[in-house]
Nanobody, 119 residues
Framework: QVRLVESGGGLVQAGGSLRLSCAVS????????MDWYRQAPGKQRELVAT???????NYKESVEGRFTISRDNAKNTVYLQMNSLKPEDTAAYYC?????????????WGQGTQVTVSS
């Protein structure tokens, strides 16, 4: 069974930075799309950033220019570099993968990592 494990969350002051990691227990070098979502208390889960296996990326408008999604296929890991953090970025952040991991097709989520930005 493929697992997605997020790390890197924590408490940071406004204007600070964090880097989230999502380690996948299998090869991500095949065709797939990896995303970061977030969910704040009382709100719906929302898409923050997406990266394809070819390296193309897209962002939620409110994080454009502050967040950067990247992937290291050799390490089977996707990252979310978050700079200039704002209190409204506070949420649980989830990694999502849809596509091939090794020879297995999956559509799966990690368990989430909490990001809290203080003002």
């Amino acid at each position: 069974q493929v697992r997605l494990v997020e790390s890197g969350g924590g408490l940071v002051q406004a204007g600070g930075s964090l880097r989230l990691s999502c380690a996948v227990s299998g090869s991500i070098s095949g065709g797939n799309v990896m995303d970061w979502y977030r969910q704040a208390p009382g709100k719906q889960r929302e898409l923050v950033a997406t990266i394809t296996s070819g390296g193309s990326s897209n962002y939620k408008e409110s994080v454009e220019g502050r967040f950067t999604i990247s992937r290291d296929n050799a390490k089977n890991t996707v990252y979310l570099q978050m700079n200039s953090l704002k209190p409204e970025d506070t949420a649980a952040y989830y990694c999502h993968l849809r596509g091939w991991v090794g020879r297995q097709w999956i559509d799966d989520w990690g368990q989430g990592t909490q990001v809290t930005v203080s003002s």
